[in-house]
């Protein structure tokens, strides 16, 4: 018996020292991805608050600390006011086209058809492409003199006159947003698909068989399957658009005279270009707020795959 | 009506409904291919611009009398060659492969040990540990490009490649490992609980085993810290200024510009040489990305 115990003992403790082992082994093959998120962009984050709160300049490394200064001298620059309005407006309705067309042309890419494969492969093309290049593309198809756009609008009389797309400020924001949809709704479409092939083909299409109309279609199938997908992705999509720079910068810097300033390129123009890195870094942060909603949905999304 | 009539009326029923769903599949895809149409064509046009734009010659470029889509002069490579010869294309391009080696490996390292601790230990709070990695990818650059200039300064990587070597892995180590868990969740333990029976330790049985089988995720891992390091713009703007330290999208967007002069020929061609081998590429591996990031939150 008290061998038994012992015997029992020892293996306790040996169990006991495996499970250090396996825990000490796992905690030393995270650490790296750990340290380096943490180093560059957990401390980095922090140092943006320092920063915001002092007047750090490029040219001066000795920062003092100046409190809600430059949140206030921000929020009192009606180019910033515009840019973070601009920032909100561009987004939310880049965001409901690109959900119009993403699932207008997820419905067409979930049926079976020759050529599936290469069909796909070129409707993704403005998402896959580098942002920065389809964005330069765009910038000579609205060209002032050359514009592609324009000969098409009015060999097929859909334009009057020659729209100078980048130079006019209504001309340049519907520009911006239009760049943006025709980037992101790819996206919004395939990430549709990938969800939907989870859903057998025949549920979306029996509910046209069995006569449902419209309203009852939408009540049991588009609600419940297609909204909740649909949604993941423009999360993730609101993530990029409300952070991107590239479009805005690259078509217009913001003009005409600031009308499609937004968030990041004032951020680059206030805390690098002039060298405000307190003001810049102020103004950045400003996204924190209104994407910290978006994130926390995000990761509660996330946290449900975890669990299965 | 005799049996033999009946069965012919059921037979030429039955070859009715064929026809019928025949016509009716015929009509849907038809359907299908109209309404896709319009979707192919905005999405391919731009495209189509750059490459008629790229082999065009100057002149033919800007001559507002002929129709614009088709050559009206003998299509040239005159762009590509001033690429080559008078720009920092060739540096642009050697850069852009450097960059991306580099922050492969410097993903990989820290991705792959982080993906299979996250994915087989069963570390205590290793779900939240996972969603805080993961954090790191919605965290845009936005908020972090000033900070990190201060960073990037210290380091004294400012104004070369390495910076950007340092940087892009802040994206590319929480995507890579995110995706790397989930592609590590699907490895059969019995392999590796075989290997350990055999002797192996578990950091042998890892190298050994678990990676020679899950080189498909490794490989899909490599894509993922090249293309999303292409899709960058920010921080390379920020921090590299100097032009033979540029890569690519950058160098395009920036070099070939002089004044408020556009060279549209060798930005096109400039733009199009690099984009499309990337497009290509990221196609073929789009469905790990969007599952990658979406996962089973949408299953």
């Known amino acids: 018996m008290a061998n038994a115990e012992l015997v029992a003992g020892v293996q306790v403790t040996r169990r006991g020292a495996i499970l250090r082992q396996r825990l000490s082994f796992g905690y030393s093959l995270l650490a790296p991805a750990v340290i380096f998120m943490a180093v560059l962009v957990g401390a980095p984050f922090f140092f943006s608050l320092y920063l915001s709160l002092s007047d750090a300049s490029v040219g001066s490394p000795v920062a003092r600390y100046v409190g809600l200064q430059n949140f206030q001298a921000v929020f009192q620059d009606s180019v910033f006011r515009l840019a973070l309005r601009n920032s909100v407006v561009f987004t939310v309705i880049a965001g409901i086209f690109k959900a119009l067309l993403g699932t207008l042309m997820a419905f067409l890419l979930v049926q079976e058809f020759r050529g599936k494969k290469l069909v796909r492969s070129l409707v993704v093309l403005p998402w896959t492409l580098p942002i920065t290049i389809t964005v330069l593309a765009w910038r000579w198809m609205l060209d002032s003199q050359f514009s592609a756009v324009n000969w098409v609008g009015t060999h097929l009389h859909l334009i009057h006159g020659w729209p100078n797309w980048l130079g006019e400020p209504g001309l340049a924001v519907a520009s911006v947003i239009a760049v943006n949809v025709w980037r992101g709704f790819p996206f919004a479409a395939i990430v549709l698909v990938a969800g939907m092939s989870a859903v057998p083909l025949e549920i979306l299409d029996s509910a046209k068989v069995d006569g449902a109309n419209f309203f009852l279609r939408f009540h049991h199938i588009i609600v419940p399957i297609i909204a909740p997908i649909l949604f993941v992705g423009l999360l993730f999509d609101t993530v990029f658009t409300l952070s991107d720079l590239s479009i805005v910068y690259l078509l217009t810097s913001g003009g005409p005279e600031g009308f499609t300033e937004i968030l990041p390129t004032r951020a680059l123009e206030v805390g690098i270009q002039a060298g405000a890195l307190g003001r810049g870094a102020a103004i950045s942060l400003v996204l924190f707020p209104i994407l910290l909603p978006v994130v926390y949905l995000l990761l509660r999304m996330l946290r449900r795959r975890e669990a299965l | 009506m005799t049996g033999v009539e009946v069965l012919h009326g059921q037979a030429s029923g039955a070859a009715a409904t064929t026809r019928r769903l025949q016509t009716r599949d015929r009509r849907r895809r038809f359907l299908v291919y109209a309404g896709l149409a319009p979707f192919i064509l905005i999405a391919v046009f731009p495209v189509y611009w750059m490459a008629i734009t790229a082999f065009k010659t100057d002149s033919d ?123 590590f969740k699907t490895v059969p333990a019995e392999i590796e609980e075989a290997a350990q029976v055999d002797g192996c330790g578990r950091l042998s049985a890892l190298i050994r085993v678990v990676l020679p089988v899950s080189l498909a995720g490794i490989l899909t891992a490599v894509i993922f810290a090249f293309t999303l390091s292409m899709q960058d713009f920010l921080y390379s703007l920020v921090y590299v200024a100097v032009s033979d330290q540029k890569p690519v999208p950058l160098g395009v967007a920036t070099d070939l510009i002089r004044g408020d002069v556009y060279f549209w020929g060798s930005l096109m061609a400039g733009a199009l040489l690099a984009g499309v081998p990337v497009a290509i590429l990221y196609s073929f591996f789009l469905d790990q990305f969007i599952s990658g990031i979406t996962g089973a939150a949408i299953k």
């Open chain 2, 61 to 183: 470029l800007v001559n507002p009398a002929v129709f614009p889509f088709w050559f009206h002069q003998s299509p040239t490579v005159q762009h590509f060659t001033y690429l080559f010869q008078h720009t920092y294309y060739g540096n642009w391009l050697y850069n852009t492969m450097v960059i991306a080696v580099w922050v492969s490996v410097v993903t990989l390292a820290a991705a792959v040990p982080a993906g299979y601790a996250l994915a087989r230990l069963g570390l205590p709070g290793a779900e939240n540990m996972g969603i805080g990695i993961f954090l790191g990818y919605l965290i845009p650059p936005i908020l972090l490009f000033i900070p990190l200039s201060r960073v990037v300064s210290l380091s004294h990587l400012i104004e070369t490649k390495w910076a950007l070597v340092l940087v892009y892995p802040t994206f590319t180590i929480p995507y890579c490992t995110w995706l790397l868990s989930g592609f």
